[in-house]
C-alpha cells in the first residue's frame, strides 16, 4: 500500500516555472514506477511523465509537455517531482501523483495503481 501527498502547486505566470513535490509513505517506495497526470476542467486525466523505480533511468514524456518538463524521484526522501518551466496556460490543471507495480513504462491512468488527492496549476497569459 502506498500513500502520495503532492504539493507544490500555485499560480504562476506565462514562462515562469514550478517543482512540484509527491511524498510517498508504504514501503518499497523505490520499486514503483512513479507518474504526474493532470486534468483540466472538463477534460479527462492525460499523462503528463513517468520514472522507472529503483534508479529512475527510464522516463518519458507526454509530447505536449517535452524538454519543459523534468521528472526525477529521490528514493532516500521517497519523493517524486515535477520541474515544471515554460509554463504555458494549457497547462492549467489539476496535477495528480500516481504509483504502479511495474516493469514497464504506462501512460494510461487505469494502469495505476494509487493515487495522491491532487495539486492545483494555474498558468495565467
Known amino acids: 500500500q502506498v500513500q502520495l501527498v503532492e504539493s507544490g502547486g500555485g499560480l504562476v505566470q506565462a514562462g515562469g516555472s514550478l517543482r512540484l513535490s509527491c511524498a510517498a509513505s508504504?514501503?518499497?517506495?523505490?520499486?514503483?514506477?512513479m507518474a504526474w497526470f493532470r486534468q483540466a476542467p472538463g477534460k479527462e486525466r492525460e499523462f503528463v511523465a513517468t520514472?522507472?523505480?529503483?534508479?529512475?533511468?527510464?522516463?518519458d514524456y507526454a509530447d505536449s509537455v517535452r524538454g519543459r518538463f523534468q521528472i526525477s524521484r529521490d528514493n532516500a526522501k521517497n519523493t517524486v517531482y515535477l520541474q515544471m518551466n515554460s509554463l504555458k496556460p494549457e497547462d492549467t490543471a489539476v496535477y495528480y501523483c500516481?504509483?504502479?507495480?511495474?516493469?514497464?513504462?504506462?501512460?494510461?491512468?487505469?494502469?495505476?495503481?494509487?493515487w495522491g488527492q491532487g495539486t492545483q496549476v494555474t498558468v495565467s497569459s
Open positions: 500516481a504509483a504502479r507495480f511495474g516493469l514497464a513504462v504506462a501512460r494510461t491512468a487505469p494502469e495505476y495503481s494509487y
Open positions: 508504504g514501503r518499497s517506495f523505490s520499486n514503483y514506477f
Open positions: 520514472i522507472s523505480g529503483w534508479n529512475g533511468g527510464t522516463t
